[in-house]
Nanobody, 123 residues
């Protein structure tokens, strides 16, 4: 399984950014997917997750209402739309595939991880 997240970059406070994550080598549509992030000097934290059908999503409190996770199973891609970005959103963002069907914030339930893409939000 290979996951490739991209779309990161340097933006200003209040800007928007969309991160795609392309998946290959697995039955993409059968698995929940998630986004996590890791800021400098901090542990990796959950951002958002989505079921295989896209019908159920789950967000961290810190991004609820600003970020939207979605997926296109035909394109084997999951997206993270990030709006109203803040400096505290600065981190490397990772996508991952889950071993369970329900969306989860628990990193141990995710078995494949992408390389990550850096998002920097300037104040």
């Amino acid at each position: 399984v290979q996951l490739q997240a991209f779309g990161g970059g340097l933006v200003q406070t209040g800007d928007s950014l969309r991160l795609p994550c392309a998946a290959s080598g697995r039955t993409f549509s059968s698995h929940s997917m998630g986004w996590f992030r890791q800021a400098p000097g901090k542990e990796r934290e959950f951002v958002a997750a989505i079921t295989w059908s896209g019908g159920i999503t789950y967000y961290a409190d810190s991004v609820e209402g600003r970020f939207t996770i979605s997926r296109d199973n035909a394109e084997h891609t999951v997206y993270l739309q990030m709006n109203s970005l803040k400096p505290e959103d600065t981190a490397v963002y990772y996508c991952a595939t889950s071993r369970v069907q329900y969306p989860s914030a628990e990193p141990s339930l995710y078995d494949y991880w992408g390389q990550g893409t850096l998002v920097t939000v300037s104040s």
